[in-house]
Structure formats: C-alpha cells, structure tokens
C-alpha cells in the first residue's frame, strides 16, 4: 500500500485549499478511505470518510459544511477540499485506507497551516 498526499501549505484564515492523497499498491475502488488529522500537541482525530463509490460520507462536524470529501476511482484519488479553513484546523493531514481510521494504511501526510 502507497499513499501520497500532497496540496498543503500556509493559508490566511478564511482561505482554502485542496488536498489529493494518490493511492497505489492495492485495490483503490474496494477500499473506503479517510482523511484524518493530528495537530500539534494533540491526538489524531477522523476529518472526513467516504465509501468505496463516493457516495457517502461523513465528517467530524467542526469541519462539516466547510470541508468535502471526494474519490476518483478511475485514478486512484482521494481529494479534500477545505474551505473557510480556521487556525484550529493547524494539523498534519494523512489519508488512510478505511471507514473513520486514523492508523493502519496511511501517508506520511502533508501539513496545513493557518494563520494570519
């Protein structure tokens, strides 16, 4: 199993930003996936979670509304969209294979941080 996130960086608060975990070495399309989170200092929570066709999903409600979780199968791609983006949501972000993990088959993970 091989994920790779990437598409994190420094943004104000208010801004946004999209995140893709590409996916290699397994069944994509058979796999739910998550995007998950630790902050500094913190533990690592559950953000968002969608099912193997992308039609469900579910989101810690901090970010609901605010944040989407999409896949493309036909690319082995999972992808985050995070709007209004606050100082809390600061963290570490991975992509891990499963419905609401936050270990097991995951990325090294890629780091948003928001301040102004």
């Known amino acids: 199993v091989q994920l790779k996130e990437s598409g994190g960086g420094w943004v104000q608060p208010g801004g946004s930003l999209k995140l893709s975990c590409a996916a290699s070495g397994f069944d994509f399309k058979d796999n739910h996936m998550t995007w998950a989170r630790q902050a500094p200092g913190k533990g690592p929570e559950w953000v968002a979670t969608?099912?193997?066709?992308?039609?469900?999903?579910d989101y810690i409600r901090s970010v609901e509304g605010r944040f989407t979780v999409s896949r493309d199968n036909a690319k082995n791609t999972l992808t985050l969209q995070m709007n209004s983006l606050q100082s809390e949501d600061t963290a570490l972000y991975y992509c891990?294979?499963?419905?609401?993990?936050?270990?097991?088959?995951r990325g090294q993970g890629t780091q948003v941080t928001v301040s102004s």
């Open positions: 891990v294979v499963g419905w609401k993990r936050i270990d097991g088959d």
């Open positions: 969608i099912t193997t066709n992308g039609v469900g999903a």
